[in-house]
């Protein structure tokens, strides 16, 4: 049943399926940037440290249909309480936390020999930064990107709800119509996307590092 | 190569002194051991050199230069700085290692390359094979001569080693400190090197600097420090290593008998032999060690070739224990002590470390 579904429904899918990765990219990428200037410069200072992760500690227990509404409020001045930048912008500010965490954590946690090997060699800070403390701190930053970026392929499904687009449409068009068949669709492409997007950023993470699994083996034994 | 001089260098943590007015001047072209139980800043005092610490007050100066009033990042780029064998650096690769401090002075990529490949060489490694590897594919005692070849990469005048053979079983370290020796009769850098081994001290350094409680108790060459400790802490710190066991672990080139001259074969037939002075020949004929001749018995023999004994030879880095043993095998009177490029250092015999032992154990 489902399949005929697809089947009369495709291009309509093919198409709501890159709205959907559109908007996670952009949210994603705008966290990803945000979430990274933020997570270093809080590195090192713990009172800044503390409120910055506390204020998107907060953000995070905002309800997500909550905050979508309160953008849609809070946007609508500006003539865009409606339609794709509620929907991003709503998508980014949930995905700042678990990007910005996981950076400060990933920092603090390089071994405070490397670091001090990089500045008795005579890097200055921003190069210890940028060629010790970053790349080893990679793949802990990569997995805050990656919890971002699938939460927002689930979270997303909301963004219909206020003109956003993407798959979301199948599932509440599903449910008012009562129409199980659709439902179930939009839910398992937008899980298919999820594995989809985790498994694409662990390639891209793997190519970024090519040394990265021998450090893991290293940490191992 | 540069002194380094320390003048009441003192540095305070809160009310804790960690370093308390240190005057100390370390000597170019040799290694000084800072050598003292944990917490008494000697790895402060290292640290104080390349600034990664800076002292309360006081002055450091290399070749009569105040490192205050140097750029902190050229100064510690113009000096090699080895940790402990986690400092390297995971996510590069040996050649990456390496080229650290050249990257950072701008070389470009071939010449930095053709460094790592000379340097490897110089370690004993084989650069197709290390080159492209990265750390954890190395055994501790590859990863330390990748740490030291990392170090010379940019040709430093001073070398600060922290610990560098701390986190080695023993069997390595020993064979890590007869390379880290044989490089340094190449290289002859100044070296810091700070351990609170007093085997690894006595073997290694030229000269032995005690520190405690941030003060410096007593600074000597390491013989003079064996045969006169300053005070009751020092006999006591040395105290195993003035025992015979530690003794013997020392260096075979510090207690050669210098009392020889070299000539050929050739010379001696001629009569050279009984001209000269000294008790003892060594024949070298071109490069090849012939054997060794005492005047006294050149004199009661009829054909000179009678008198040339049979020997063995050893290393100058070796211990006086690997002469023992060499002697005691081969059941030869004495070895003549060589040094890397097949120079004659002196010779050593049974009867002479007995006496070295008895001195050294008083």
Redesign the interface.
Known sequence: MTGTFIAGYWAELVRRTLQHVVMVAAATMLATVIGLVLGISISGHERAARWVIGIASVLFTIPSLALFALLVVALAPIGQGTGNVPAVTALTLYSILPIVRNTWVALRQV?P??V?????????SR?ALLR?KL??GLPMIMAGIRHAAVMDVGMGTIATLIGGGGLGYFVFEGIARADRSMVLAGTIVIALLGLGVNAALLEAENRL?P??H??R??ARD | MPVIELREVTKRYGDKTAVDRLTLTIPDHAVTILLGPSGCGKTTTLKMINRLIEPTSGDIRIDGRSIAAMEPIALRRSIGYVIQETGLFPHYTVEGNIGVVPRLLGWDRKRIRARAEELLELVNLKAVEYLDRYPNELSGGERQRVGVARALAADPGILLMDEPFGAIDPINRRSLQDFFLGLQSDLHRTVVFVTHDIGEAVKLGDNIAIMRDGHLVQMDATHELLEHPADAFVTELLGATRSAEQLLLSRAARYVDTAFVVMSTEQMRRGGGSSGNAPLIVLRDGDTIKGYVEQGQLVTCDDPDEAICAFETVSGNGTLLEVVRTLLESGRKRAIVVDPDGGVLGTLSMPMIVRIMEGGLQ
């Open positions: 071994d020999s490397m001090q090997v990089a500045q008795g060699m005579g890097m200055t190069q010790v790349p080893l590092v040394g990265r021998y450090g083996r290293r």
